[in-house]
């Protein structure tokens, strides 16, 4: 990591703020929290934000994890995807979905998905993401796809997850963010 891990010595923050970090983590803190902890108002909004963001959207968890994956693979947040892909996993997708996945990345992102292990909503989405990620804008084919699958919920949804994770790996790149020992 390109600035020292937080400790409460180097920059004491709320007990409060601490353990909420802690809480969400169940017991102890990644290496993204030792980086967030050093500005109490971003660690503060941060918690808050993205565990409503992972836990309290009603859209599709598998879909969100896809397209937060699809985020870390298109901007070499690897911390980001080894966090995330367990996490698709455990919500229902699947290795040969993720290896799909891993090939899109690598042959043509801003192409089409294929891949017989993606049906067409995972193809879409990681498309959307894709082009959220890459593009900025997003085609009116790709939206119009959208709303076919999705009420306006789960679209603003699925949008947050995607960007927010944009900002996320953004964050862990710019400051080479790594992975855990124990997720290496």
């Known amino acids: 990591m390109r600035i020292p891990d937080w400790t409460p010595s180097l920059k004491p923050q709320p007990q409060a703020l601490v353990d909420a970090f802690l809480e969400r983590r169940k017991g102890s803190l990644l290496n993204l929290d030792k980086a967030l902890l050093w500005s109490e108002p ?10 409503a963001v992972r836990t309290e959207l009603s ?30 996993l455990a919500a229902g997708g699947s290795q040969a979905q993720l290896d799909a996945l891993q090939a899109f990345v690598t042959s043509d992102p801003r192409g089409l998905p294929t891949g017989t292990a993606l049906d067409e909503l995972d193809r879409l989405v990681i498309q959307y993401a894709a082009q959220m990620t890459l593009d900025v804008k997003v085609s009116d084919a790709v939206f119009a796809s959208l709303r076919q699958h999705f009420d306006t919920t789960q679209i603003v949804e699925l949008t947050s997850a995607i960007a927010s994770y944009n900002m996320v790996a953004r964050f862990l790149v710019a400051l080479q963010i790594t992975p855990e020992s124990n997720q290496l």
């Open 42 to 51: 971003l660690a503060r909004g941060w918690n808050v934000f993205l565990k």
């Open 59 to 88: 859209t599709s968890r598998r879909l969100r994890e896809l397209g937060i994956c699809t985020v870390a693979l298109l901007t070499g947040a690897d911390y980001e995807y080894r966090h995330h892909a367990p996490d698709f």
